[in-house]
C-alpha cells in the first residue's frame, strides 16, 4: 500500500516532469517558426515583461489565460516600460510562449505602442531574427 508522502512525492515528481517538458517545447515553438535563417514575421500578442512576470497586470488582465485582455494603456505605464517587452506566441498547447523583444524592438513597441487605436488585444506582427530566445526585432504592425 502507498504512504500519503510517496503519492505525494511522486505527483510532485510528474508535475516536474511535465512543467520541464512544456518548457522544452514552448523553447522549440518559436524555433520552428524562425526555423530557416534570416528575417521572419511572427504574429502574438505585445505585453510588457512585468505584467507578463506578475500573472496578473495592472488593469486586471488575466496573463496567463486571457493576454489579450492587457491594455495599451498598462503596456504604457513607466514601470512597464522599464520592464521591457515580449511577444506572447499560443503554443499547440493553447499556452502562451513569451519571447522577449530586444532593446531596439522595446523602444520601437513603445512608439508602436503609442500610436496604435487599439485599447486591447494587442496582437501584433513582428519581423525579426530570433538569436537565443530574443527576437532581434526589425518591424512592429497591427496583425493582418
Do not use: W
Not at 43 to 71: K, Q
Not at 79 to 87: D, K, N, V
Not at 109 to 134: Q, S, W
Request: aromatic share 6%.
Amino acid at each position: 500500500m502507498f504512504s500519503k508522502h510517496s503519492l505525494e512525492d511522486t505527483m510532485k515528481r510528474k508535475i516536474f516532469t511535465l512543467a520541464v517538458t512544456m518548457i522544452i517545447f514552448s523553447s522549440l515553438s518559436l524555433v520552428s517558426a524562425f526555423a530557416d535563417e534570416g528575417i521572419h514575421t511572427q504574429t502574438g500578442l505585445s505585453a510588457d515583461i512585468l505584467c507578463v512576470d506578475s500573472g496578473v497586470a495592472a488593469d486586471g488582465a488575466d496573463m496567463v489565460n486571457s493576454p489579450e485582455d492587457h491594455t495599451v494603456m498598462c503596456a504604457l505605464m513607466k514601470p512597464c516600460i522599464a520592464s521591457g517587452y515580449t511577444l506572447l506566441v499560443k503554443n499547440s498547447s493553447s499556452v502562451y510562449d513569451s519571447f522577449p523583444l530586444d532593446a531596439k524592438g522595446n523602444k520601437m513597441n513603445v512608439k508602436y505602442l503609442k500610436k496604435t487605436k487599439k485599447k486591447d488585444n494587442i496582437l501584433v506582427d513582428i519581423k525579426g531574427t530570433v538569436k537565443g530566445n530574443t527576437i532581434q526585432v526589425e518591424s512592429i504592425m497591427d496583425a493582418m
